[in-house]
């Protein structure tokens, strides 16, 4: 499946973006999908995941309660709605698939997913 993500830009902290992934070439539902992040000079992180049908979602610690992931399976597309943003927020934003089997676990390592699209850039700024 390739996956597109857009949505990024610079934004004041306390503001909103979301984020969009389109994907294509495989049957959408059949993924689980994440979105994960890098600082500059950091590792990858988890940021947050949902189930391929959406009945399910996972968010790390940090972005808890300020973000919130969705998907159009009619749309082909993952969402990631980010409010409340604070600097620390800053980051490319990648979004992540991985064929499904009917696990109610979701999966927060990168290594565990197959298919990455290319990042997009969030910059809060203060």
């Known amino acids: 499946v390739q996956l597109q993500a857009s949505g990024g830009g610079l934004v004041q902290a306390g503001g909103s973006l979301r984020l969009s992934c389109a994907a294509s070439?495989?049957?959408?539902?059949?993924?689980?999908m994440a979105w994960f992040r890098q600082a500059p000079g950091k590792e990858r992180k988890f940021a947050a995941a949902?189930?391929?049908?959406?009945?399910?979602?996972y968010y790390a610690d940090s972005v808890k309660g300020r973000f919130t992931v969705s998907r159009d399976n009619a749309k082909n597309t993952l969402y990631l709605q980010m409010n409340s943003l604070k600097p620390e927020d800053t980051a490319n934003y990648y979004c992540a698939a991985e064929r499904s089997f009917g696990s109610s676990r979701l999966h927060t390592e990168p290594y565990e997913y197959d298919y990455w699209g290319r990042g997009t850039l969030v910059t809060v700024s203060s």
């Open positions: 070439g495989r049957t959408f539902s059949d993924y689980d």
């Open positions: 949902i189930t391929q049908m959406g009945t399910r979602t």
